[in-house]
């Protein structure tokens, strides 16, 4: 746009607003943002524009808050300077839609923004705007993560349309990585939806994948590997099979430094005793709080994988289908397997009864 500036009141509307905004002429107020690096970025505003748009800016900028007073350099720590760019864009006077132009991401923040600053009529469009990308063919990571933001900003219409095309051909979703990037009620509630249209092996062998990818599936006891100049051995894990060789609940009545000597595995406990003499107290209660975090977190890692194998049905599976699927995973004891098993082949033999019974010909050898 090459204006002079003695005559940007002669540009149309758009370019009137958008010289406003890029050179912060007449501007009254102004926002300070980071960028990705975490360098401050200054965005020169308009109150009269902002306070248009929305009642949060009219109740800042003219309600007893400091910043109706103070409005320069409002700090907005937790806004990207892309996001509130892409925000104040929108909010000044446009000829042409610009949200067609913008990343999914750049999209959702809008949408977070639009609903924090209460601008209605952007929430809307850009809620619109999102249900026209959804109609497309996108990418499976981008579905199933708009599957947990739908849930976040509590968006039926979106949630519905997301569950529309996963439900459509859901081998195409649980096979991205977003799935298994999920929260975990978010995901959760994902492989519940999927109860109806895949196999319960599918749904055991995706339950498997996400425990594997969260570390469900091994417990890392950690320590420092130099302590006072000291070369520590390195890192061990502890198979969950096993977990009750590693019970927590008799160290308790142990010191922190009889702790160490069985966490580190030594040769003999005398050994480390002797090497720890110069270790402080202080750094070995740091130690056993990090072993007692660390339980605290397997231990809910636990409970919430035993959730997710509760809500699998096991003998609706075929007794092939158990066997290479939950029969060889490490998720299930020896003795669960047995029983679920047991329960298929039962099943299994009925059915064939059953059928013979209603064919007594079957018998007969031709």
């Not at 009219?58 to 509130?84: K, P, W, Y």
């Not at 469900?216 to 320590?223: E, G, L, S, Y």
């Not at 966490?263 to 270790?279: F, G």
Request: glycine share 2%; charged share 25%; aromatic share 12%.
């Amino acid at each position: 746009m090459e204006h002079h500036n003695l005559h940007w009141q002669d540009l149309n509307r758009r370019e009137r607003m958008d010289y406003l905004l890029k050179t912060g002429h007449m501007s009254d107020c102004s926002f300070v943002v980071f960028g990705e690096m975490g360098e401050r970025i200054t965005f020169r505003c308009h109150k009269f524009v902002l306070m248009t748009v929305s009642p949060v800016f009219e109740r800042m900028f003219q309600g007893a808050f400091r910043e109706a007073t103070a409005s320069e350099n409002i700090v907005l720590d937790d806004v990207l300077a892309t996001d509130f760019m892409a925000f104040i864009q929108c909010i000044y006077p446009q000829e042409d839609d610009p949200l067609d132009g913008y990343p999914l991401q750049i999209l959702r923040a809008l949408i977070y923004l639009s609903k924090r600053f209460l601008v209605t009529y952007m929430e809307k469009n850009c809620l619109k705007n999102l249900l026209k990308r959804l109609s497309y063919d996108l990418d499976p990571n981008e579905v199933v993560s708009l599957y947990e933001y739908a849930l976040q900003i509590d968006e039926m219409e979106i949630l519905k349309c997301v569950k529309e095309k996963i439900m459509a051909d859901p081998h195409k979703y649980v096979n991205s990585q977003a799935t298994y990037q999920l929260s975990w009620n978010t995901f959760f509630k994902f492989i519940n939806e999927l109860f109806t249209v895949v196999k319960e092996k599918t749904r055991f062998d995706i339950i498997e994948r996400y425990c594997k990818e969260l570390g469900f599936d091994q417990c890392p006891v950690t320590r420092p590997k130099v302590l006072n100049g000291l070369q520590l051995p390195e890192t061990h894990k502890i198979d969950p099979i096993n977990l009750n060789a590693f019970d927590f609940s008799k160290y308790y009545q142990l010191t922190p430094m009889q702790l160490l000597a069985i966490q580190w595995k030594a040769s003999s406990a005398i050994e480390v005793d002797n090497q720890l003499m110069q270790v402080s107290e202080k750094e070995l209660e740091k130690i056993y709080q990090d072993l007692e975090e660390l339980r605290r977190d397997w231990k809910s890692k636990q409970e919430f994988a035993e959730k997710l194998l509760n809500s699998v049905k096991y003998t609706t599976m075929s007794s092939y289908d158990f066997c290479v699927g939950p029969g060889s995973s490490y998720l299930l004891s020896c003795e669960k397997k047995f029983d679920f098993l047991s329960q298929i082949c039962v099943a299994e033999h009925k059915i064939r009864a059953l059928r013979l019974s209603s064919n007594p010909f079957a018998f007969c050898v031709l």
